[in-house]
């Protein structure tokens, strides 16, 4: 059975940081991408960042220069580093994982999702 879990997270006022984690286990072959998203009451989940499983990265145009998103491949975990943080940043931020279970053809990959982490910023 595969997992994934978020950790961090928690309460901090503007212009501070945070850094919320995530972990992969279980019968897993490979993790390909990784991504954080978040979500707000009422909103759809948006993307914040991504990284493939050779590093390349993106992000939210709202995060940019703010958030950094790494990885280690090894450990199958994700972290998402929060600099600068705004009250239009309060969300559940979510983790989700691209995961290849099977080391045989077609490596079909499946998306698991982690139960989110609340991150509130007090103005």
């Known amino acids: 059975q595969v997992q994934v879990v978020e950790s961090g997270g928690g309460l901090v006022q503007a212009g501070g940081s945070l850094r919320v984690s995530c972990a992969a286990s279980?019968?897993?072959?490979?993790?390909?991408?990784m991504g954080w998203y978040r979500q707000v009451p009422g909103k759809q989940r948006d993307l914040v960042a991504h990284i493939t499983n050779s590093g390349d990265t993106n992000y939210a145009d709202s995060v940019k220069g703010r958030f950094t998103i790494s990885r280690d491949n090894a450990k199958m975990t994700v972290d998402l580093q929060m600099n600068s943080l705004k009250p239009e940043d309060t969300a559940v931020y979510y983790c989700n994982a691209r995961i290849v279970l099977e080391a045989t053809a077609p490596w079909r990959e499946y998306s698991y999702w982690g139960q989110g982490t609340q991150v509130t910023v007090s103005a």
């Open positions: 279980g019968r897993i072959f490979r993790v390909n991408a």
